[in-house]
């Protein structure tokens, strides 16, 4: 009977219902992440990615709960979640292994919790160097991450802030995603600059980056038991055996060692970190928790508060002028001035948003009425802009027989005009009434 339902499931579900779109930089540092893939994979079949995900869930069977959205999911982390749409991503596309672009290969080694980066994030020197190269920019997985705040290729921090709009959480916040350009405002992400990161930042990625880039070719998924058995030998080999002591070198609590230890607790990709730093052992050697293959000599590779340093300090308390503070917004205000979002003139102040509508309430809100006005402007400019390339783009495409969809204006515009569309979809419903 079981045996029966199961080939039903399988004839009902077509194999290869989407597209084998190839991951980008398999088993190398610069993996793409699952988010990147389901955009490119939805930007394949010219529809938007909420819709690639209700195509996933007819295949699938599944049912998404109401006001579903694709990008409110961690699709590149290791939660059961993940796991299902990798499954499933895998048996529709016909591609194997799509597991290895995200962190599930992991995930009874690292602990979920704070595994994950707390914003959308990216090196724009990568993205830039995708186009240069007449490349598709993506996503790396790496940017997802939560301990990553570095490229390793390019020195430098990820950013979190579009560089033309000045917004954070633009990178992939929506139901169209282009991988490299803001939902928002449809600026390229690698225009911007970013500054120098420190060497323990670099550090930090450049494991990250080993580890990801041995994920594909693991020949068996790393145990926690190993894991484990080889922490317990370090303490051993360090420390003669006394936790506490080792719990010590690498600056955490004595109580976080004994949950690893006596309660078979996982440890946090942080604690693993601080592990590697003060061994000498790279993160893949000891994820792998194999210590036969163990060098001897062990090395201290960064001191622990340049690697976590606000765990160790915290800033002190800033002191603001509002006098000056409420004048350098009012001068924003003057009708002359560049127009900016409150957070961005935050941001160049050195001061929260919260504070800047506390203590200067006023200058605050007209920036952000004026902010709101010009991306209205903007956006209508935009958008008539989009209107009058589709209007172009119609006649010849419906000349050929052809319907108008998000296939037939990528080819047509240039990859400057593309990246400045906006409704796309709302447009071209008008024009075929099914975007
Ligand atoms: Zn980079
Ligand atoms: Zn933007």
Same mark, same amino acid.
């Given at each position: 009977?079981?045996?029966?339902?199961?080939?039903?499931?399988?004839?009902?579900?077509?194999?290869?219902?989407?597209?084998?779109?190839?991951?980008?930089?398999?088993?190398?540092?610069?993996?793409?992440?699952?988010?990147?893939?389901?955009?490119?994979?939805?930007?394949?079949?010219?529809?938007?990615?909420?819709?690639?995900?209700?195509?996933?869930?007819?295949?699938?069977?599944?049912?998404?709960?109401?006001?579903?959205?694709?990008?409110?999911?961690?699709?590149?982390?290791?939660?059961?979640? @993940?796991?299902?749409?990798?499954?499933? *991503? &895998?048996?529709?596309? $016909?591609?194997?292994?799509?597991? /290895? %672009?995200?962190? =599930?290969?992991?995930?009874?080694?690292?602990?979920?919790?704070?595994?994950?980066?707390?914003?959308?994030?990216?090196?724009?020197?990568?993205?830039?160097?995708?186009?240069?190269?007449?490349?598709?920019?993506?996503?790396?997985?790496?940017?997802?991450?939560?301990?990553?705040?570095?490229?390793?290729?390019?020195?430098?921090?990820?950013?979190?802030?579009?560089?033309?709009?000045?917004?954070?959480?633009?990178?992939?916040?929506?139901?169209?995603?282009?991988?490299?350009?803001?939902?928002?405002?449809?600026?390229?992400?690698?225009?911007?600059?970013?500054?120098?990161?420190?060497?323990?930042?670099?550090?930090? @990625?450049?494991?990250?980056?080993?580890? *990801? &880039?041995?994920?594909? $070719?693991?020949?068996?998924?790393? /145990? %926690?038991?190993? =894991?484990?058995?080889?922490?317990?030998?370090?303490?051993?080999?360090?420390?003669?055996?006394?936790?506490?002591?080792?719990?010590?070198?690498?600056?955490?609590?004595?109580?976080?060692?004994?949950?690893?230890?006596?309660?078979?607790?996982?440890?946090?990709?942080?604690?693993?970190?601080?592990?590697?730093?003060?061994?000498?052992?790279?993160?893949?050697?000891?994820?792998?928790?194999?210590?036969?293959?163990?060098?001897?000599?062990?090395?201290?590779?960064?001191?622990?508060?340049?690697?976590?340093?606000?765990?160790?300090?915290?800033?002190?308390?800033?002191?603001?002028?509002?006098?000056?503070?409420?004048?350098?917004?009012?001068?924003?205000?003057?009708? &002359?001035?560049?127009?900016?979002?409150?957070?961005?003139?935050?941001?160049?102040?050195?001061?929260?948003?919260?504070?800047?509508?506390?203590?200067?309430?006023?200058?605050?809100?007209?920036?952000?009425?004026?902010?709101?006005?010009?991306?209205?402007?903007?956006?209508?400019?935009?958008?008539?802009?989009?209107?009058?390339?589709?209007?172009?783009?119609?006649?010849?495409?419906?000349?050929?027989?052809?319907?108008?969809?998000?296939?037939?204006?990528?080819?047509?515009?240039?990859?400057?005009?593309?990246?400045?569309?906006?409704?796309?979809?709302?447009?071209?419903?008008?024009?075929?009434?099914?975007?």
């Amino acid at each position: 009977m079981k045996r029966q339902q199961n080939m039903n499931e399988e004839l009902l579900i077509p194999r290869s219902l989407l597209n084998p779109v190839a991951p980008i930089g398999v088993g190398t540092p610069e993996v793409e992440s699952m988010v990147s893939y389901f955009c490119r994979l939805a930007l394949s079949h010219c529809i938007s990615a909420t819709k690639l995900g209700h195509t996933v869930e007819r295949g699938m069977q599944w049912r998404l709960p109401d006001g579903w959205r694709w990008h409110a999911i961690n699709l590149s982390g290791m939660s059961d979640t @993940a796991h299902d749409w990798v499954c499933a *991503l &895998s048996k529709l596309t $016909s591609v194997e292994n799509l597991a /290895s %672009l995200t962190l =599930l290969p992991w995930r009874d080694v690292i602990a979920e919790q704070g595994a994950r980066a707390t914003s959308a994030q990216w090196c724009p020197h990568c993205l830039a160097d995708d186009r240069a190269a007449g490349a598709t920019p993506y996503f790396r997985l790496s940017w997802d991450v939560g301990v990553v705040s570095a490229c390793s290729k390019h020195k430098t921090r990820l950013v979190h802030a579009c560089p033309d709009c000045g917004r954070a959480n633009t990178r992939h916040n929506s139901i169209y995603v282009v991988p490299g350009w803001c939902t928002s405002c449809g600026g390229f992400l690698g225009a911007g600059d970013s500054e120098p990161a420190t060497s323990a930042e670099i550090w930090i @990625a450049g494991q990250l980056g080993a580890t *990801l &880039s041995v994920q594909y $070719s693991l020949t068996s998924r790393p /145990s %926690l038991a190993a =894991l484990l058995d080889g922490i317990r030998e370090l303490v051993q080999r360090l420390d003669d055996g006394k936790s506490a002591k080792f719990a010590r070198r690498i600056g955490l609590p004595k109580t976080n060692v004994h949950y690893w230890l006596s309660e078979g607790g996982t440890p946090r990709l942080s604690a693993l970190l601080r592990i590697a730093s003060q061994t000498g052992l790279t993160l893949p050697q000891l994820l792998a928790g194999n210590p036969t293959d163990w060098p001897d000599a062990y090395a201290n590779i960064h001191d622990l508060d340049s690697l976590f340093p606000e765990v160790k300090k915290r800033a002190p308390r800033k002191v603001h002028d509002w006098d000056r503070i409420r004048a350098q917004l009012a001068a924003l205000n003057d009708s &002359s001035a560049v127009v900016v979002s409150v957070s961005e003139a935050a941001r160049s102040l050195d001061v929260g948003v919260r504070q800047l509508y506390v203590h200067a309430n006023e200058e605050a809100r007209v920036l952000a009425l004026r902010w709101n006005q010009h991306r209205q402007q903007l956006s209508a400019e935009s958008r008539k802009k989009t209107r009058k390339i589709i209007e172009r783009i119609y006649p010849e495409v419906a000349a050929k027989g052809k319907t108008l969809n998000l296939r037939e204006i990528i080819a047509h515009v240039s990859k400057e005009d593309l990246s400045g569309l906006t409704g796309v979809y709302d447009i071209l419903q008008e024009y075929t009434g099914n975007a």
